[in-house]
C-alpha cells in the first residue's frame, strides 16, 4: 500500500495531503521495540511510529484490534459477572452485495439504526422486536469485496436475556433491509476467557480485509470510509472508543528483555538488531546487550489478552 501511495503522489505534485499520507504509512512500523516481561510471560510492543491509518494499513488496524480487545474485555466481564444471566453472543448482519460502497454503507447503517430504534421503541412500550433481547452490545462494520461487488456487514458482541427466535429475527431483518433476511447468531462459549477474546477479535478486526482488496479498491474503501464512525456501542455495554495509542503500556518494576526489530526495505523484512536484559528495580545491574544478526518475524503480539494464537506473523507484503 505504501508504494502504491507514493507513485499516487509522484502523479499528483499538487497534493500535499498525499504526500503526508504516503510518508506517514511508509514509516509505519519502521522500527519496533518489544518487552518481553519473561517472569509474567506477558509481551509489549512498547516504541514504534505508527501512521495510525487502519483502513490503509495492516499494521495499524492489528495493533487497534488488540488494544480494542484488551480494553474492552474487561468491560463485558465485568458486566457479565454482575448480571450472571446474560449471555455473549456473535451476532453479524448483512445486506445485498451492490457496484457502490457509498450507498451499500448507507443502506445497512439506516437498517442498523433502525433496527435499534425498534429495541427503543420496545423499552418505550411500543412495538416488539426480537432485538430487544439485547441489552448491550459492541459492534463494528467490515467491508469485503466479490465479483457481486462490496458487501458491508456489521459484527456484533452482544449480551442476551433470552436466546433469539432466529427466524422472526431474520424476518425482520428482511423487512427493514428489503433485500437481505441474512442474520448469522452464534453462541459464544463462557468456558474460558479466550473464547469471549476471540468473540471481540472478530468484532473489532480489520474493517478491510487487506489480502482480499485489490491495491485500488483498499484506498477507494479509505476516501469513502475514512471520516466515517465504523464501530459503537450501546445499552449495557455503551461507551467504546477508538484507542489513541496502538502501543501497549509498559509493566513497571519487573525485568524484562528488551528486543528491537528494524525494517529493512531492500531484504523487504525485518532484522532483529539488539536484544538486552534490562532491571528496572536493580540500578546496578547494568543492561546486557546482545547483538543480533539475520532477519526474523517480529513477535508481534495480537492481544495480551488472548493466549492462544499469541503470536501473529506480520508480514513486509502487508505494508
Ligand atoms: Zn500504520
Known amino acids: 500500500m505504501a508504494q502504491y501511495l507514493r507513485a499516487m503522489k509522484d502523479e499528483s505534485p499538487n497534493r500535499p495531503d498525499l504526500h503526508k499520507l504516503a510518508v506517514n504509512v511508509t514509516g509505519c512500523a519502521n ?166 477474546a476471540s468473540g471481540m477479535l472478530e468484532v473489532f478486526k480489520y474493517a478491510l480485509k487487506f489480502s482480499d482488496l485489490s491495491l485500488p479498491d483498499t484506498w477507494h474503501a479509505y476516501q469513502i470510509l475514512n471520516s466515517r464512525r465504523l464501530m459503537g456501542s450501546f445499552g449495557n455495554l455503551r461507551g467504546v472508543k477508538s484507542p489513541e495509542s496502538l502501543l501497549d503500556d509498559p509493566l513497571e518494576h519487573l525485568p524484562y528483555l528488551e528486543l528491537l526489530y528494524v525494517f529493512v526495505p531492500r531484504s523487504g523484512s525485518y532484522d532483529l538488531r539488539t536484544t538486552k536484559i534490562m532491571d528496572p528495580d536493580d540500578p546496578l545491574t547494568l543492561p546486557s546487550y546482545q547483538a543480533s544478526k539475520g532477519t526474523a518475524d517480529p513477535p508481534f503480539s495480537i492481544s495480551t489478552r488472548i493466549k492462544s494464537p499469541r503470536t501473529h506473523s506480520f508480514r513486509p507484503a502487508d505494508r
Not at 452482544?158 to 433491509?177: C, G, H, P, R
Request: hydrophobic share 35%.
Open 31 to 196: 522500527y519496533l521495540v518489544f518487552h518481553d516481561y519473561y517472569t509474567v510471560d506477558q509481551l509489549r510492543l512498547v516504541k514504534a511510529r505508527t501512521c495510525k491509518k487502519s483502513l490503509l494499513c495492516a499494521f495499524c488496524a492489528a495493533r487497534r484490534a488488540a488494544k480494542l480487545v484488551d480494553r474492552y474485555l474487561g468491560t463485558v466481564e465485568r458486566v457479565l459477572a454482575s448480571e450472571p444471566a446474560l449471555r455473549p453472543v456473535m451476532v453479524t448482519l448483512t445486506v445485498k452485495n451492490g457496484e457502490s460502497l457509498r450507498e451499500r454503507f448507507r443502506h445497512l447503517k439506516r437498517a442498523f439504526m433502525k433496527l435499534q430504534q425498534h429495541r427503543r421503541d420496545q423499552i418505550n412500550g411500543r412495538g416488539y422486536t426480537e432485538f430487544s433481547k439485547v441489552k448491550g452490545s459492541i459492534y463494528s462494520y467490515e467491508f469485503t469485496k466479490s465479483e457481486k461487488g462490496w458487501h458491508p456487514h456489521i459484527h456484533m458482541v452482544v449480551l442476551v436475556s433470552n436466546w433469539f427466535d432466529q427466524k422472526a429475527l431474520s424476518k425482520e431483518w428482511q423487512a427493514i433491509t428489503g433485500d437481505s433476511f441474512i442474520v448469522d447468531v452464534r453462541r459464544i462459549s463462557t468456558t474460558t476467557e479466550n473464547d469471549l
